[in-house]
């Protein structure tokens, strides 16, 4: 069985590696964040798509004759969070919890306490959650897209201009939606940029840079749409999941 270390080693150079560290890693490395944060982080917060950027940069820096990894990795990560909290200059509100809670290490007063406050928030977002039917669940999707786009600058509705026509166009973004839902670091910076990393796309995909250029909005959409909680959205989207990457053409 592989070291941290070795598979470390192996994830600088195949990307395949690198996914499967980082989902084998995620736990620790929310913890080393809400340590730097005192607050319980998520995959949601900000926070998360810096210290996985920060996680990804200690891998690519990392030597075998450095010793142990997740020293290294732990230091690039607080660094990269203390960065961001600084420039930030707030924070949010969020359940307060030690970090000995991602590794299961909670004393049982503890752990019971947390439960009551987790089930506390759930039954009160349950209070106020009306029973809908599919148009409304249909507008509350559209809703919580509007606010998620609104970050990137679009809206919702300009998709309807830069939505691919041809099938060859089609066949492009959905390599680049495909190649940006497979690849972490790809995400966590589109996230925290709040724009599509058009170069470093192009590089993975294969899809050329004039392509994703026109059709950035439509992929930044389909992207959030395909990674987050949007059954009736992602309907549109299906042909997107039926096409291989390795048979897509990246034309114009």
Request: charged residues 30%; contains cysteine; hydrophobic residues 40%.
């Given at each position: 069985?592989?070291?941290?270390?070795?598979?470390?080693?192996?994830?600088?150079?195949?990307?395949?590696?690198?996914?499967?560290?980082?989902?084998?890693?995620?736990?620790?490395?929310?913890?080393?964040?809400?340590?730097?944060?005192?607050?319980?982080?998520?995959?949601?917060?900000?926070?998360?798509?810096?210290?996985?950027?920060?996680?990804?940069?200690?891998?690519?820096?990392?030597?075998?004759?450095?010793?142990?990894?997740?020293?290294?990795?732990?230091?690039?990560?607080?660094?990269?969070?203390?960065?961001?909290?600084?420039?930030?200059?707030?924070?949010?509100?969020?359940?307060?919890?030690?970090?000995?809670?991602?590794?299961?290490?909670?004393?049982?007063?503890?752990?019971?306490?947390?439960?009551?406050?987790?089930?506390?928030?759930?039954a009160e977002e349950a209070a106020d959650a009306p029973t809908v039917d599919a148009p409304s669940l249909a507008r509350a999707e559209i809703s919580e897209?509007?606010?998620?786009?609104?970050?990137?600058?679009?809206?919702?509705?300009?998709?309807?201009?830069?939505?691919?026509?041809?099938?060859?166009?089609?066949?492009?973004?959905?390599?680049?939606?495909?190649?940006?839902?497979?690849?972490?670091?790809?995400?966590?910076?589109?996230?925290?940029?709040?724009?599509?990393?058009?170069?470093?796309?192009?590089?993975?995909?294969?899809?050329?840079?004039?392509?994703?250029?026109?059709?950035?909005?439509?992929?930044?959409?389909?992207?959030?749409?395909?990674?987050?909680?949007?059954?009736?959205?992602?309907?549109?989207?299906?042909?997107?999941?039926?096409?291989?990457?390795?048979?897509?053409?990246?034309?114009?």
């Amino acid at each position: 069985m592989e070291t941290l270390e070795e598979q470390v080693l192996r994830a600088k150079t195949e990307e395949a590696a690198f996914n499967a560290l980082a989902e084998s890693q995620q736990s620790w490395m929310l913890r080393t964040a809400s340590e730097v944060t005192h607050r319980y982080i998520t995959t949601s917060d900000d926070e998360w798509s810096i210290a996985l950027i920060a996680f990804h940069e200690a891998v690519q820096s990392y030597e075998a004759d450095k010793g142990a990894f997740r020293p290294l990795a732990a230091t690039v990560i607080r660094r990269r969070v203390i960065d961001f909290l600084r420039s930030e200059g707030k924070y949010r509100d969020e359940l307060s919890v030690t970090p000995a809670a991602f590794e299961g290490n909670l004393e049982e007063e503890e752990a019971a306490g947390l439960n009551l406050q987790v089930q506390q928030r759930m039954a009160e977002e349950a209070a106020d959650a009306p029973t809908v039917d599919a148009p409304s669940l249909a507008r509350a999707e559209i809703s919580e897209m509007q606010d998620i786009l609104k970050g990137y600058g679009f809206s919702f509705f300009d998709l309807a201009d830069c939505a691919p026509k041809s099938e060859k166009t089609r066949r492009g973004c959905a390599a680049a939606v495909k190649t940006m839902l497979a690849t972490l670091t790809l995400l966590a910076l589109m996230r925290l940029k709040k724009l599509l990393p058009i170069r470093e796309l192009s590089e993975k995909s294969g899809v050329v840079k004039k392509l994703l250029e026109r059709h950035r909005r439509y992929i930044i959409a389909a992207t959030e749409i395909l990674d987050g909680d949007f059954p009736i959205l992602a309907e549109y989207l299906h042909y997107i999941r039926a096409y291989k990457t390795a048979e897509v053409e990246a034309g114009t």
